[in-house]
């Protein structure tokens, strides 16, 4: 396979972190009551949300623990690195938002690569990032990357180390999981204590205080440093930025009688999310869970991306019933299927098709579609059937006593009919369909784009009566255990039990990359040898490619 060079020193080192010489043009800014002395920003920068003639900015105020006051900065844009500027102004880092700041930049032309960078009260500078407004018109090629699941004690984040590297990256598409809610003892906590990834603070986070401190230390890592420097990220949440399988009234990682109110988290999650991530903030009028919008490449294609955790989402469908139970299987599918179960509402789906039917109608060829969970309807494999009875039962025995019931009881539930699993689309069957009328009416074959998993897929997703109406790329996790952990390979069992599944990979972590052309998508799987140390080699383990139109079909491996 393709072997891509890592450039681990990407943008980061054009700029020192620390220092105290100041921009030129800037003088010391003193406010009263302001913190004047020293800063650091051990976060890094980023940037986020680009524009035809701008993006949000972002960066945090690091002071001593005795420090008062909100931290006066300026902020500088250049048209190259360590260039004369050609934007500057103040914003403070208010204690408010945990020192945390946002500029959002505007009258910057379209189509430019942009570098930016902050100046403390005492003259100490950022590390300096870029970003690429979005363009106008004629667009020959819009280069993408697509992550998510970035479980900090799962791993290093040797993928965005790589992906800091690349010669051309237009945006990055962070589809949900940059936090998780778990503590020391939780999901991933043996692996964080043997690499020293032990999450803080150590317990689950519920208060705003909890949330703030786990954003700060993702952002602490060099690697996502240098990722969020290198190009401008368009982010939505999936359910760990709040809690486990989230949906409009609670969540499976929430216990009312222990963690209080659910919407008081919900609250304090969001805070410090729009605090620390570089997102826009709602439109005056709209909540803050409604954080859906659309970005326009161009003649080239259209981005809409989706919320489908907070707004609308039904509670996922429980099991409840003895392993085998035929009568509790038969009641869980007839649930699943209700017509009142939603992902997006109504409001959201009009929306899209606006989007969508927007961009058909000025030609063009690409719709993409940001999306949190899978699309496309997967069936749960056949094991004992795949490995033969003697290796399934072999396969059973070597897997940790916490795993082998579970691995068990699913496997049945398979042959029942259950789908592999039910807090994506596939719990969601009838608000599936509503979407695909709503590409049809819109005219539109989108590429829909999933995270979630910890897999990569390449699915072409076929309505109820065969007819293609979609095509969908997954992107595996940064860091975050999936299903090849306890059984490498097991992607392999996903495609030959789904026959519209031209690619699952279970075990490999990484991101993707697309390049859209208007003739062609180019969908690269790229994954890096391991995240148990902060090294990697990063190759390419498939590629696929679609053309829109008329051509539109099936992926095709490359």
């Avoid at 392993?323 to 009009?350: C, F, V």
């Avoid at 494999?381 to 795993?403: H, I, N, S, V």
């Avoid at 293609?468 to 595996?476: D, F, Q």
Wanted: negative net charge; contains cysteine.
């Amino acid at each position: 396979m393709d072997k891509i060079k890592l450039n681990r020193r990407g943008a980061l080192g054009l700029f020192g972190a620390s220092g105290a010489v100041a921009l030129p043009g800037c003088t010391t800014i003193a406010q009263k009551g302001a913190h004047t002395g020293p800063v650091q920003f051990a976060h890094g920068v980023a940037s986020g949300d680009p524009a035809t003639d701008g993006a949000v900015i972002w960066t945090r105020a690091t002071t001593g623990a005795d420090a008062r006051g909100d931290v006066p900065l300026r902020w500088q844009v250049a048209l190259q690195a360590g260039g004369p500027e050609v934007q500057s102004g103040s914003a403070t880092a208010a204690v408010s938002a945990d020192r945390t700041v946002k500029v959002e930049l505007t009258g910057l032309e379209p189509g430019r690569e942009y570098w930016y960078r902050f100046e403390g009260p005492d003259g100490t500078l950022s590390p300096e990032g870029r970003f690429r407004t979005l363009p106008v018109g004629a667009v020959d090629e819009v280069v993408l990357a697509l992550a998510s699941c970035q479980l900090y004690p799962g791993g290093f984040y040797n993928a965005y180390a790589h992906m800091a590297g690349l010669d051309r990256l237009d945006a990055v598409l962070m589809l949900g999981d940059y936090i998780y809610e778990y503590g020391e003892d939780g999901y991933g906590g043996e692996i964080g204590q043997r690499i020293g990834r032990v999450p803080d603070p150590r317990h689950e986070i519920v208060s705003l205080d909890d949330y703030r401190r786990r954003h700060a230390q993702v952002k602490a890592d060099p690697d996502m440093q240098a990722a969020h420097a290198r190009a401008a990220f368009i982010c939505v949440w999936d359910d760990h930025e709040v809690a486990n399988d989230s949906w409009i009234g609670g969540a499976e990682n929430h216990q009312p009688e222990n963690e209080g109110d659910w919407t008081a988290r919900k609250a304090a999650a969001m805070q410090a999310y729009f605090e620390w991530m570089p997102i826009r903030d709602p439109a005056k009028g709209h909540t803050r869970e409604a954080i859906f919008r659309s970005f326009e490449f161009g003649d080239l294609a259209s981005l809409a991306m989706l919320e489908t955790r907070l707004i609308a989402r039904t509670k996922q469908v429980e099991y409840e019933g003895e392993p085998g139970d035929a009568e509790a299987y038969a009641a869980l599918l007839n649930e699943i299927r209700r017509e009142d179960r939603e992902l997006l509402g109504k409001d959201q789906l009009a929306w899209l098709q606006g989007v969508l039917s927007a961009s058909v109608t000025s030609g063009k060829p690409w719709q993409l579609i940001g999306n949190q969970v899978v699309m496309a309807p997967v069936k749960g494999p056949d094991l004992e059937r795949a490995m033969g009875p003697t290796g399934y039962q072999t396969f059973l025995g070597k897997l940790p006593p916490q795993w082998s019931k579970p691995v068990a009881d699913a496997q049945v539930a398979y042959r029942a009919g259950v789908p592999f699993n039910l807090d994506g689309w596939d719990g969601y069957p009838a608000a599936r369909r509503r979407l695909y009328e709503t590409f049809r009416k819109s005219g539109s074959t989108p590429l829909v784009l999933a995270g979630d998993s910890h897999a990569g897929w390449a699915n072409n997703l076929r309505d109820d009566s065969g007819r293609l109406v979609a095509l969908e790329n997954g992107c595996t996790a940064i860091s975050s255990p999936s299903y090849g952990s306890l059984l490498p390979g097991f992607g392999r069992f996903i495609e030959q039990a789904n026959e519209h599944v031209a690619y699952c990979n279970q075990d490999a972590k990484g991101y993707t990359l697309m390049t859209l052309k208007p003739d062609q998508a180019r969908t690269d799987f790229v994954t890096v040898d391991t995240i148990f140390e902060r090294r990697a080699d990063a190759r390419i383990d498939r590629s696929f490619t679609a053309a829109p139109g008329a051509s539109f079909g099936p992926w095709r491996s490359v």
